[in-house]
């Protein structure tokens, strides 16, 4: 069997399909950890939201008991205040994550794109080693045919001459 002539080609083509593959595999994988990290920065400022209600609630119900005096109030409304600050400094986190879970979707429709592309051009080049494929067999299906005319004909000039002596 022949050598196809653009073997060469057709192997980088199928190397740049499957890093494609993987390059956009990856960024899968990359885009679900970026999402996972702001549901996790969801959940926890949920969490701080909670314990700060709690705290408030608590602190109102001690003084109205009289467990807590007025000057302990300032020190727990300065402690919501600071309670409040980390909520927004954690809001300010879920905004940075959900940029990066804008970057990572771009990275990961990219890396699609380029798969997608890399795949198309490895099949056009399969389909063109197959249509090459059919036309040598076809070649050398006419080249046997014209051998066998060729056997066949030597036998038969040789038993016309056999048959002449």
């Known amino acids: 069997m022949p050598v196809y002539r653009l073997q060469v080609l057709y192997d980088i ?15 899968q994988a990359e ?11 969801k959940n926890e400022l949920q969490r701080m939201i909670e314990d700060r209600k709690r705290r408030r609630e608590d602190y109102s119900l001690k ?12 020190s727990a409304n300065r402690y919501i205040e600071r309670l409040k600050e980390k909520e927004k400094e954690q809001e300010a986190k879920i905004e940075s994550q959900r940029e990066n879970v804008r970057h990572a979707e771009k990275a990961c429709l990219k890396a699609r794109e380029e798969y997608l592309n890399a795949s198309m051009e490895l099949k056009a080049l399969q ?18 045919e014209d051998n ?3 056997i066949g004909q030597v036998i038969f000039t040789q038993k016309q001459r056999n048959n002449k002596r």
Do not use: C, F, N, P
Not at 31 to 41: D, N, S
């Open 127 to 144: 389909k063109h080693k197959e249509k090459w494929m059919v036309e040598w067999k076809k070649e050398r299906a006419a080249k046997e």
């Open 63 to 74: 003084l109205a008991s009289g467990e807590m005096k007025i000057t302990d109030q300032s």
């Open 31 to 41: 885009q679900r950890e970026q999402e996972r990290l702001l549901e996790e920065y």
């Open 13 to 27: 083509k199928e190397r740049a399909e499957k890093d494609a593959k993987d390059k956009w595999a990856a960024a």
């Open 148 to 150: 066998l005319d060729e």
